[in-house]
């Protein structure tokens, strides 16, 4: 008879001996990894809480599950190098090389997609040398993975060749595990949660050296033991890989939100695997027991308000001095601070400290989010992050005119900068703007002494803005890794803030005005200096991100420490109340003078939160209510809460273990914010129950659920939903109602609600009720409906109402992107005519400046020559307008309508010295005067550092190869980081275009 072993089932199980200690590399490697990952993980992230013993057996799952996909990837690569030996070159002593070959292209598009996600990062893409980045992983990780794949197969730990010398095999043995350790180490301290794809490629690098050392020892331990052994070891190996990855896959949220918790791995893994996941509709719950006509729709805050005095104590009007200190922490100050910390002494800031005592302290104040550009546009409208910075509302300077203060500012060169516009908007109307960049901060004492000297005899509004504290640091000079530690740099640039606000505060003596000034310090956001194993600010939403420093001082009133909950979105309610302006129901937050003046107040306020990150993937959400704070990863779908009075470092996850807590957290979540959630709504039980309620509503009492059914019907978007939102617009009587419903509802079938609108708006033609509609449409930040119907009605109005009628009309459009000339030309070249060039009547002057903002947004492609040549006519005489706001505003709008005929007054006007209006002029010379000032261009901005952004932006537009030179120099020595990226790009498109 034939042997047994001639079948393959037993061939098979004959062998199985020889796979035993390649079976136990999966077992052992992940656990030197979970090892190896805790210590790292409990030193950068500081926690003193150790894992649960089912999040320890679920993290060993994690790791094994990563050496499987190793050894599936190794094992594809050694198959392919085995069949390229023995059946194309027929030669086995090729193998080491053909595993090689192998490696080097496999690992080539990883690394490439490691190189291209990281040079695309937030920091990097503004070094000069992103470039580098992009494919030098390539380069060196491929080639450096060749190379260590031909060593492993050329000198195994154990086989045929053993002959080999000792040092060789062991010697690359101990190297492998030296090489793991070396890059579990950088994943730990390098960019520490920056780069979330460079840290998950560096871990799986370290599990691989680990397994494939571990394989290597392994292997030569059990080479001579006994078969029966070797068999053994294999099954406990594969069922003990199996338990552990079914842990790790069937883990609930509980045991993943640990794991994210405390393990950094745990996190990179738990965000790029996709597991199965708990169906929880939250959606469902809330609905079921809504009652859709409960409660008043919109109806604004009954809060009591406070006995603030009208006037300061020498009789004067208030002034308002708005100081915005960048990534200002909240315990750099008291009352958090409490301590010596490595980023923060108690003698740092002695000037700072004596100038507190006399102000209300809020220890616990919160930005909206932790990045600049997301967390002041908000600020400055009293709205919430997610929602339309630059169409709810009005400007903030805009306001303060409003409410009879001059609104004057000194700021870095970040809010001029041509690169994001809802942070360009934040300077619009007002009248003066002093401007320093990076290297300049020492200009901010003389620049607030300039601009006191033009206001100190009228009531202003000032808001100063200070950069020196964002990273790198400004300590007299700009601070670098060479200078010091990121901690050291932080304290070194708190101790000249803490100089250069005295001389601050002398400057405002100086002037006269101290003793009638309302002085508010904060911050935009917080950060992180090595908690969480994070620095900066922008990626998480913990304490460190998020709270600041907000200390109100008053003349008159003496100051204490005052311990509510409170935010960034009550700054402006606040100064409206305190500048005597009645409650603003469209402002999301509220004044805090009834808590300075000691009113009784019932202060239970929540408060919404994000991250600083746009990319969806990355998106972060949180809730404060009280001292329990929620949190939810969007990418991972898990949820986190903290007991912020027991755990103010956020260790402890206690979500799952209150469930009526957690479910009132949940649903404040849900009402701020419906959108991360609105896939529940996919589900047709869902759906029913939401058409069910929109149905049930009264669209002429309707209840205070009414927005957020609204918002749900928007994110379900069937027909049904869309169906039952006409039914409320049409129905209603109220037109707080029917605004609502196009603020939620319009982007889902834009020309179904601009029939509605145009039918609805014929109804009140002529009448005040038209404009009073329009103005609820442009507060909400209606989007565009009908260029044809509107630029109709803004002639009507240009002919047969007086310049005051035209007011909501023109601010609804300016919010609008762009405009059309045959549309909107005619309307505004009538108005502009009504209007005297030198007028100083504040409505007229206001209604110049709406001009003149829209005619910047015209759309000349196909203009009528005669309407374009008509308006820069007109515009030219506002360039001389006593108002700085207006000069400007009028420059910005010749750079669409001007001609060759406005380039002397162009010329002039660039030797002024207010820098609006000079850029202004900068800008529109470029696209009148086109490639002929290609060098004039190149060479003002290379002298003006502040123009220097507009420059590169405009040579890139211009596309004239002339500029290489200066967008060359510009790129390798700027000092501005974003502008050596953006002349980068400059350089690229311009070779692109004449290559073609």
Not at 763 to 772: H, K, R, S, V, Y
Request: aromatic fraction near 10%; glycine fraction near 6%.
């Amino acid at each position: 008879m034939p042997e047994q072993t001639d079948r393959p089932i037993i061939r098979i199980f004959a062998r199985f001996d020889k796979w035993a200690p390649r079976l136990l590399t999966l077992v052992c490697a992940a656990l030197i990894m979970v090892v190896v990952g805790n210590l790292l993980d409990s030193g950068q992230i500081e926690e003193d809480v150790s894992l649960g013993a089912t999040a320890l057996v679920a993290l060993w799952g994690a790791h094994t599950w990563i050496q499987l996909l190793l050894v599936t990837g190794i094992g594809a690569i050694v198959l392919l190098g085995l069949l390229t030996s023995r059946f194309v070159l027929k030669d086995k002593r090729v193998l080491p090389f053909g595993i090689a070959f192998f490696t080097l292209l496999g690992a080539a598009y990883p690394f490439y997609w490691l190189g291209s996600s990281q040079a695309d990062g937030e920091w990097v893409k503004q070094q000069s040398w992103a470039g580098l980045v992009r494919f030098a992983p390539v380069v060196v990780g491929s080639v450096g993975l060749a190379v260590f794949a031909w060593l492993c197969a050329a000198f195994p730990a154990s086989g045929p060749n053993r002959d080999q010398k000792t040092w060789r095999r062991w010697g690359l043995t101990a190297c492998l595990f030296f090489c793991s350790i070396g890059a579990s180490i950088a994943d730990a301290v390098v960019f520490p949660g920056l780069y979330p794809d460079f840290h998950f490629v560096v871990y799986l690098l370290a599990s691989l050296f680990a397994g494939v050392a571990t394989a290597r020892l392994l292997n030569a331990i059990f080479n001579n033991a006994k078969s029966v052994l070797r068999r053994s070891i294999g099954v406990v190996s594969i069922v003990a890989a199996g338990l552990a990855v079914t842990a790790f896959a069937s883990s609930d949220l509980t045991t993943r939100a640990e794991l994210v918790q405390h393990s950094a791995v745990a996190d990179a893994v738990l965000s790029n695997a996709d597991l199965p996941r708990e169906k929880i509709n939250y959606f469902y719950e809330e609905l079921e027991i809504l009652n859709p006509n409960a409660g008043k729709f919109d109806e604004a805050p009954q809060l009591p308000r406070g006995q603030f005095p009208k006037t300061a104590p020498n009789g004067k009007p208030w002034n308002v001095a708005l100081i915005l200190i960048d990534a200002m922490r909240a315990d750099v100050l008291p009352p958090v601070r409490k301590k010596n910390r490595k980023h923060v002494r108690l003698e740092d800031t002695p000037k700072l400290d004596a100038w507190s005592k006399d102000a209300f302290q809020f220890s616990r104040a919160y930005s909206q989010t932790s990045t600049t550009h997301r967390s002041l546009p908000p600020m400055f409208r009293s709205i919430h992050p997610f929602e339309m910075h630059d169409n709810i509302g009005v400007p903030l300077a805009e306001y303060m005119r409003t409410l009879g203060r001059v609104p004057v500012a000194v700021v870095n060169n970040y809010f001029v900068e041509p690169r994001v516009n809802i942070t360009n908007a934040l300077i619009d109307r007002f009248e003066s703007v002093a401007f320093y960049n990076i290297l300049e901060h020492d200009k901010i004492v003389g620049l607030t002494r300039e601009t006191l000297a033009k206001v100190r005899d009228q009531p202003f509004f000032m808001w100063m803005h200070i950069y020196n504290l964002h990273a790198p640091g400004y300590a007299g000079r700009l601070l670098s890794k060479k200078d010091c530690s990121f901690k050291e740099c932080y304290r070194k640039s708190l101790r000249w803030l803490d100089g250069c606000y005295a001389q601050l505060m002398a400057e405002f003596d100086t002037a006269g005005v101290s003793e009638n000034t309302i002085f508010i310090l904060a911050s935009d956001h917080g950060e992180l200096v090595g908690e969480h194993g994070r620095r900066g600010h922008g990626m998480t939403v913990f304490e460190e991100g998020l709270r600041i420093p907000l200390h109100i001082r008053i003349p008159g009133m003496k100051g204490r420490v005052l311990n509510e909950l409170v935010s960034n979105v009550d700054v402006l309610p606040t100064i409206a109340e305190m500048l005597g302006a009645p409650i603003n129901p469209a402002h999301r937050g509220r004044s805090l003078v009834p808590l300075l003046t000691g009113e009784k107040v019932d202060w239970d306020q929540p408060y919404y939160f994000e991250n600083g990150r746009t990319r969806v993937k990355l998106n972060i959400l949180a809730v404060i209510d009280g001292h329990d704070k929620l949190v939810y990863k969007r990418h991972q779908d898990l949820f986190f809460r903290y007991d912020l009075r027991h755990d103010p470092r956020e260790k402890r996850n206690l979500y799952a273990k209150n469930e009526k807590l957690d479910t009132h957290l949940r649903r404040l979540m849900l009402r701020f914010n419906p959108i991360p959630f609105a896939k529940e709504l996919s589900e047709p039980k869902v759906a029913e129950l939401l058409h069910k309620r929109l149905a049930e509503v009264d669209p002429k009492y309707p209840g205070a659920a009414l927005p957020w059914l609204l918002q749900l019907a928007a994110l379900e978007g069937s027909v049904q939903s869309m169906d039952a939102a006409e039914q409320i617009f049409t129905n209603a009587d109220d037109d707080r109602v029917k605004v609502r419903v196009l603020r939620y509802c319009f982007a889902k079938d834009r020309r179904r609600w601009a029939r509605l609108i145009i039918n609805y708006l014929k109804q009140l033609e002529g009448t005040p009720a038209e404009l009073a509609f329009v103005k609820r449409l442009q507060m909400q930040g209606q989007q565009k409906f009908s260029d044809s119907y509107v630029g109709s009605r803004l002639s009507w109005w240009a002919e047969h109402g007086e310049p005051a009628d035209w007011i909501p009309w023109l601010k609804l459009i300016s919010t609008w992107r762009s405009h059309k000339v045959r549309s909107y030309g005619p309307p505004l070249e009538k108005m502009l005519r009504r209007i005297k060039p030198r007028t100083t009547d504040p409505q007229q002057v206001d209604i110049a400046w709406l001009l003149l903002e829209n005619i910047r947004l015209l759309r000349r492609r196909g203009a009528a020559n005669d309407t374009v040549k008509s308006l820069a006519k007109l515009v030219a005489p506002f360039f001389d307008h006593p108002q700085p706001d207006i000069q400007s505003a009028a420059g910005f709008a010749l750079s669409v309508v001007g001609n060759k005929k406005t380039i002397p007054l162009l010329n002039r006007k660039l030797k002024s010295d207010r820098h609006l209006i000079k850029q202004a002029a900068f800008n529109a010379l470029a696209r009148v005067a086109g490639a002929e000032v290609t060098v004039r261009i190149a060479k003002m901005g290379a002298a003006n550092s502040l123009l220097s952004m507009d420059a590169v932006w405009l040579l890139k537009e211009m596309g004239d190869e002339r500029a290489i030179p200066y967008l060359q120099d510009i790129e390798k020595n700027h000092d501005d980081q974003f502008v050596r990226r953006y002349a980068k790009q400059a350089i690229e498109k311009i070779e692109r275009r004449s290559r073609k």
